[in-house]
């Protein structure tokens, strides 16, 4: 009976003593994690003082000043160290939270915090990305200003093409830290398509009938020197036919026993040698008679379409 | 061939022109102005002078009407560059050169000689060479 009686009060003292092997269990954890943020803030502080001060004394703001960001900053208080001391300030909180939490294992804040952490560099590149395509921007702009300012849309198409390459460079970054893309993409596409588009039917098009008659031109011109080249060699055979015709001795001649040793002696004045395609009179005599004029005939026979 | 006095033809008598650049027709208007130059414009002078050579003349044109031409119309600069660089070319082979005007004796021209000056007046009948 007395043991009966005795129950309830071992059932409390062993629940107190779960309770306090609990507490024993969860305090070291509690009291780690609550270290870990602390030392992770004094070393987050002692960091971002110690970058701005070194930022300072190299002179980083000097090599910022540089590019667009001064005048973006000259309105607010902070100088670009301070912002650089800043973002590794809060990069040390957010490793420290980090292990904090770990020490639990697995728990939804960690995820949470781990997937922040891994963000973080996409979101890095992006701002880089945007940076440098404001960078090239403006310096198209004032290439093509100092370029085409005379003209009177000079500065339009200067401001277009910065505009464009700030345009390209918001979408690469947004495509790049995972925001809208199902937005962003289709709309870059439309735009590219319709400038390929507009220069395809507006230059292409329109080059058409120059370059036709541009072709009519040089084929006219290939025809008429390929004609030219034709007629050159027909009557450089015939040239050749005909100085060997009378190059070589007549056959019939007695006058010539020793033919066919042609010679460049031997059509002289008075002995008739024609060459097969002449007409008649290869040389021509001094005589009393009056010279008549003989009409040209082609001399029958002969073929003249060679 | 653009030189200002006209070449020494035995020279260049040796050097084979079928190559389509001689077709051309400012290398065939050369050729003829540096033929004239050289061998027609004298004759022809001369056959101004003397009806039998200039009737002499006329028949080698009409033969050479029919040879390269349709026989009516004159030749074109190609085709009469042509037929006078094939006369020379085949008499450089026969050891045969084109003689300068003043080393012609008329009288006893050959016939090779009557021909080119035959070019020549087609050529200023063309009005590609004077």
Same mark, same amino acid.
């Given at each position: 009976?007395?043991?009966?009686?005795?129950?309830?009060?071992?059932? *409390?003292?062993?629940?107190?003593?779960?309770?306090?092997?609990?507490?024993?269990?969860?305090?070291?954890?509690?009291?780690?994690?609550?270290?870990i943020l602390?030392v992770g803030f004094?070393v987050a502080?002692?960091?971002?003082?110690?970058?701005?001060?070194?930022?300072?004394?190299?002179?980083?703001?000097?090599? *910022?000043?540089?590019?667009?960001?001064?005048?973006?900053?000259?309105?607010?208080?902070?100088?670009?160290?301070?912002? *650089?001391?800043?973002?590794?300030?809060?990069?040390v909180l957010l490793f420290a939270l /980090?292990l904090a939490?770990?020490?639990?294992?697995?728990?939804?804040?960690?995820?949470?915090?781990?997937?922040?952490?891994?963000?973080? =560099?996409?979101?890095?590149?992006?701002? #880089?990305?945007?940076?440098?395509?404001?960078?090239?921007?403006?310096?198209?702009?004032?290439? *093509?200003?100092?370029?085409?300012?005379?003209?009177?849309?000079?500065?339009?198409?200067?401001?277009?093409?910065?505009?464009?390459?700030?345009?390209?460079?918001?979408?690469?970054?947004?495509? /790049?830290?995972?925001?809208?893309?199902?937005?962003?993409? =289709?709309?870059?596409?439309?735009?590219?398509?319709?400038?390929?588009?507009?220069?395809?039917?507006?230059?292409?098009?329109?080059?058409?009938?120059?370059?036709?008659?541009?072709?009519?031109?040089?084929?006219?011109?290939?025809?008429?020197?390929? /004609?030219?080249?034709?007629?050159?060699?027909?009557?450089?055979?015939?040239? /050749?036919?005909?100085?060997?015709?009378?190059?070589?001795?007549?056959?019939?001649?007695?006058?010539?026993?020793?033919?066919?040793?042609?010679?460049?002696?031997?059509?002289?004045?008075?002995?008739?040698?024609?060459?097969?395609?002449?007409?008649?009179?290869?040389?021509?005599?001094?005589?009393?008679?009056?010279?008549? #004029?003989? =009409?040209?005939?082609?001399?029958?026979?002969?073929?003249?379409?060679? | 061939?653009?030189?200002?006095?006209? &070449?020494?033809?035995?020279?260049?008598?040796?050097?084979?022109?079928?190559? &389509?650049?001689?077709?051309?027709?400012?290398?065939?208007?050369?050729?003829?102005?540096?033929?004239?130059?050289?061998?027609?414009?004298?004759?022809?002078?001369?056959?101004?002078?003397? &009806?039998?050579?200039?009737?002499?003349?006329?028949?080698?044109?009409?033969?050479?009407?029919?040879?390269?031409?349709?026989?009516?119309?004159?030749?074109?600069?190609?085709?009469?560059?042509?037929?006078?660089?094939?006369?020379?070319?085949?008499?450089?082979?026969?050891?045969?050169?084109?003689?300068?005007?003043?080393?012609?004796?008329?009288?006893?021209?050959?016939?090779?000689?009557?021909?080119?000056?035959?070019?020549?007046?087609?050529?200023?009948?063309?009005?590609?060479?004077?």
């Amino acid at each position: 009976m007395s043991e009966i009686l005795a129950t309830p009060s071992v059932d *409390v003292q062993g629940a107190l003593s779960d309770m306090l092997r609990a507490v024993l269990l969860f305090l070291p954890k509690a009291l780690l994690f609550v270290l870990i943020l602390v030392v992770g803030f004094i070393v987050a502080r002692v960091l971002r003082t110690f970058t701005n001060r070194i930022l300072e004394r190299v002179g980083f703001d000097r090599w *910022v000043e540089r590019g667009g960001i001064r005048s973006a900053l000259a309105r607010t208080r902070y100088d670009a160290s301070d912002l *650089v001391a800043k973002l590794v300030y809060y990069a040390v909180l957010l490793f420290a939270l /980090q292990l904090a939490f770990g020490v639990w294992g697995p728990n939804p804040v960690s995820d949470l915090i781990s997937g922040v952490v891994a963000w973080l =560099p996409k979101a890095f590149v992006a701002i #880089v990305i945007v940076v440098v395509a404001a960078a090239i921007a403006s310096a198209i702009k004032d290439l *093509v200003t100092g370029a085409l300012g005379g003209l009177s849309y000079g500065r339009l198409l200067a401001n277009l093409a910065a505009y464009f390459i700030i345009g390209l460079g918001v979408i690469a970054a947004l495509n /790049q830290i995972g925001v809208a893309t199902t937005v962003t993409t =289709p709309v870059l596409i439309a735009v590219l398509a319709t400038i390929a588009g507009i220069l395809i039917v507006g230059v292409g098009g329109g080059l058409v009938r120059p370059m036709q008659a541009r072709w009519e031109q040089w084929l006219d011109r290939a025809a008429s020197e390929s /004609q030219a080249i034709a007629e050159h060699a027909k009557a450089y055979a015939a040239g /050749q036919r005909d100085m060997d015709a009378a190059m070589a001795p007549a056959p019939a001649d007695p006058a010539y026993a020793h033919a066919g040793a042609p010679t460049a002696a031997d059509t002289a004045v008075g002995q008739p040698v024609p060459p097969p395609s002449t007409t008649t009179g290869p040389g021509y005599r001094i005589s009393d008679e009056p010279t008549q #004029v003989i =009409p040209p005939t082609p001399p029958p026979g002969r073929d003249t379409t060679a | 061939m653009s030189t200002a006095a006209p &070449p020494p033809w035995h020279l260049s008598s040796l050097r084979v022109t079928s190559a &389509p650049g001689a077709a051309r027709r400012p290398a065939a208007r050369q050729f003829l102005t540096d033929l004239a130059a050289l061998l027609g414009r004298g004759g022809l002078a001369v056959a101004a002078a003397t &009806p039998g050579l200039l009737a002499a003349i006329d028949q080698h044109a009409a033969a050479i009407r029919d040879t390269i031409g349709d026989g009516w119309r004159v030749p074109g600069a190609a085709a009469l560059a042509g037929y006078a660089q094939g006369l020379r070319d085949r008499g450089a082979a026969h050891l045969w050169e084109v003689p300068s005007a003043d080393q012609v004796h008329w009288p006893t021209a050959e016939w090779p000689v009557l021909r080119l000056v035959a070019v020549c007046a087609l050529a200023r009948q063309a009005g590609i060479a004077t």
